[in-house]
């Protein structure tokens, strides 16, 4: 399958790149700089392109079969990137009939609020990051009335350790028995997974060890 990867150079987009590759799909990796990928495959094209430009984005998505969106912030606390690049991006998905999205947002998003603790609930989220939090929030607005054929993954916060594969998946907002942290491995694991699995379809799924 053709898969397209926004926010490709950043930590989560870079594995994810990495594990569709492995999967023997054929990916586009967008990013502003995507030449800073250490990947080298027969498969990987890059696609340079800001993703706030609506001509950029719509001319990466011609020829993909399905859509997956890593964007990040970086060090900024106030970014609106996610949920205006993702507006960009569906935008360009229904302009070329493209209908599989598969979109990482954030555990905590909407009703998975109530699985954080109190750090996250009221330090983090409420008070240190606040912003980008509600643009998390926002993009999966965005999602929903999309009319796609979407997957939102909402991932609790990222460690660098090894991919375990043991994570909780789809557990309710009712769970609290969480260590609210989760391997970036094992996200983009996941991430790629839902290419050709559509159990997912239509869910915001949470993944949490």
């Not at 926010?7 to 700089?33: E, M, P, Q, Y």
């Not at 990947?39 to 011609?62: C, H, M, P, Q």
């Not at 555990?107 to 609930?121: I, P, T, Y």
């Not at 054929?149 to 789809?170: C, H, L, M, Q, Y």
Request: proline residues 1%; glycine residues 6%.
């Amino acid at each position: 399958m053709n898969v397209i990867v926004f926010g490709a150079t950043g930590s989560i987009g870079s594995l994810t790149v990495d594990a569709l590759l492995k999967a023997g799909h054929k990916v586009t990796a967008f990013a502003r700089n995507p030449e800073k990928l250490s990947i080298k495959n027969s498969k990987l094209i890059y696609s340079s392109g800001d993703v706030l430009n609506r001509t950029d984005v719509f001319e990466a998505v011609k020829g993909n079969d399905a859509v997956l969106i890593t964007l990040g912030s970086g060090m900024s606390r106030k970014s609106i990137v996610r949920s205006k690049g993702t507006l960009n991006i569906i935008n360009a998905m229904q302009n070329k009939k493209i209908s599989r999205l598969i979109c990482q947002s954030t555990l905590g998003a909407h009703d998975s609020w109530s699985n954080l603790n109190f750090w996250w609930k009221y330090v983090m989220f409420g008070a240190l990051i606040k912003p980008v939090f509600k643009d998390h929030e926002l993009q999966e607005n965005l999602v929903y009335a999309s009319g796609l054929d979407w997957t939102i993954v909402r991932p609790s916060a990222f460690i660098d350790n090894s991919a375990t594969g043991a994570f909780k998946e789809n557990f309710s907002s009712s769970e609290r028995n969480l260590s609210l942290k989760i391997s970036r491995k094992d996200v983009a694991t996941f991430l790629s997974k839902q290419i050709s699995d559509a159990s997912y379809l239509g869910c915001a799924v949470a993944i949490s060890n």
